[in-house]
């Protein structure tokens, strides 16, 4: 790139130390303005080395921090590019000032994601390994945390280099037979191409099932918890969020009338949607009509159904099991340090779910079980962070779908017995599909698009 971008890459606030990037041909330059190391040194034109000083403003010779800073030569950094790390004392002024110094001094504020958009264009990693950063950075729990670190590690990147390997060469048998038509090689050719086709098919397809698991690991088990009023929601809530291993993290609800808070059940991240706040407006207890349950419960990926066990059921006991029925649900028959226990054997509640559950949201009885239901639902089966790659965004996921149409429409026309150019013609698109994930086919709007979610300094 032409220009030398500067950004403070530490989140804002005070903290013990602070850290200003620069990254462009005339970092070390700008750096040599504002930067007198103690000892005086020559910059080494290779790898890296850090040396320590203090950053002046050379208008006024005014120390303003004594700094380490770490020289990176091209090409061995993040950028590819030469590139500075100032590392400050963390307070916000002292930041400001150094980076508006290496401003004054020739470099540009770079735009959010920038580092990493460098990175990308100047082909050190692809696209998809670029926005793991931001997804390793908003990580929500540890396997979330996982996935992300293993997709910079390239590992959906090559899965799909391996995938394109292939098609690569389905596609030198093709040219071959289209150059040298008095071969008569297409049936072999047909047939390679089916079995090539039919193995690409089922792996685009196992990445594209993890998605459901990669969506959970990033947004969480959307889940909600109905009940009547007085069956025990808040007191549930209160008893899931006051955990010491319930990690909780404030979340912004997507409606003004629920609040949402993610919870981190051992290892599964749970974002609970919070009804209960639905309830109280001007200190009359305002129920969530059926309607409203029923909207929330269909996109729901987890139901948690709680009733006052000490009672027998009534009307709206029965419309919380109609809306339950047929949906990922966990039945909780609560207060059970009142009464053991009325709704046991009940038929209604009996056929609604396969997971029911005796607790006391009061004193905490049972809430390990629940803890244990939870994880057994979607640990064990669902979410296999060893077996390598799990799909955590939904461009990726959109792409290998489309990619699987290709393959589909591929084999189709092998089957019809196009002429080979035909069939030619989405092999090329499968190809074209996989390679917008990896960035090599993908247009500006889409890079601008995903850097600018990305935080300054990154
Ligand atoms: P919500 O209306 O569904 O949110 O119910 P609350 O959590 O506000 O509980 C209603 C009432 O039942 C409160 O007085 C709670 O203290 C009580 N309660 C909730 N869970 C239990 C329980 O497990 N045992 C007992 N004895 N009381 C409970």
């Known amino acids: ?75 061995k950094s993040y950028t590819t590019e030469d590139m500075c790390e100032i590392n400050s004392h963390g307070g916000t002024i002292v930041l400001r000032k150094i980076l508006e110094l290496c401003l004054k001094n020739g470099a540009e ?3 959010p994601g920038e580092f990493t958009k460098r990175a990308f264009l100047n082909g050190r990693i692809d696209l998809a390994q670029a926005e793991s ?6 990580s929500k729990s540890e396997n979330e945390a996982k996935a992300s670190i293993n997709q910079l590690e390239g590992y959906l990147s090559n899965k799909i280099k391996n995938i394109k390997n292939k098609l690569l060469d389905i596609m030198a048998d093709i040219e071959a037979n289209i150059d040298y038509p008095e071969y008569d090689i297409e049936d072999v050719t047909n047939n390679k191409m089916q079995v090539c086709l039919n193995e690409i098919k089922d792996e685009l397809i196992k990445l594209s099932k993890s998605f459901e698991n990669g969506k ?75 309607n409203r349950a029923l909207k929330l419960a269909e996109g729901a990926d987890l139901i948690i159904a709680i009733f006052d066990a000490s009672k027998d059921l009534d009307e709206e ?31 209604k509640i009996c056929s609604s779910s396969n997971n029911i559950l005796k607790i006391s949201a009061k004193n905490g009885e049972g809430i390990d079980e629940l803890y244990d239901l939870i994880e057994k639902m979607y640990s064990n089966n669902e ?19 489309k990619a699987i149409n290709s393959v589909e429409e591929a084999m189709n026309s092998i089957e019809n017995n196009f002429p080979i150019d035909i069939i030619s013609i989405p092999i090329k698109q499968i190809l074209i599909d996989l390679s917008v994930i990896t960035g090599e086919d993908v247009s500006e709007d889409i890079i601008n698009e995903i850097f600018s979610k990305f935080c300054l300094g990154k």
């Open 1 to 75: 790139m032409e220009n030398t971008i500067a950004a403070i890459s530490t989140a804002t606030g005070n903290g013990g130390i602070g850290i200003i990037r620069l990254s462009g041909k005339n970092s070390f330059e700008i750096i040599k303005k504002i930067f007198v190391p103690f000892k005086a040194t020559t910059f080494e034109k290779k790898g890296y080395i850090i040396k320590y000083g203090y950053i002046i403003d050379p208008t006024n010779n005014q120390k303003i921090d004594e700094v380490l800073v770490s020289f990176f030569v091209a090409p």
């Open 109 to 111: 504020l770079a735009e």
């Open 133 to 138: 950063v931001i997804d390793l950075i908003n």
């Open 216 to 290: 959970i690991l990033k947004e969480g088990v959307k889940t909600i918890i109905l009940g009547k009023p007085n069956a025990g929601k808040s007191s549930l809530l209160n008893t899931i969020l006051k955990e010491e291993r319930a990690i909780v993290s404030e979340y912004a609800g997507t409606t003004r009338d629920t609040i949402e808070e993610f919870v981190n059940i051992k290892g599964i991240p749970l974002k609970l949607i919070d009804t209960a706040g639905i309830r109280k407006t001007e200190d009359k207890i305002e129920e969530i009509g059926v």
């Open 317 to 347: 006991d029965y419309e919380i099991l109609e809306i339950i029925k047929n949906k990922n649900s966990i039945i909780l028959l609560n207060k059970i340090d009142i009464d053991d226990i009325h709704l046991e054997n009940n038929e």
């Open 383 to 401: 979410i296999d962070m060893n077996d390598g790659v799990v799909i955590t965004n939904i461009r990726h996921k959109n792409q290998i779908d």
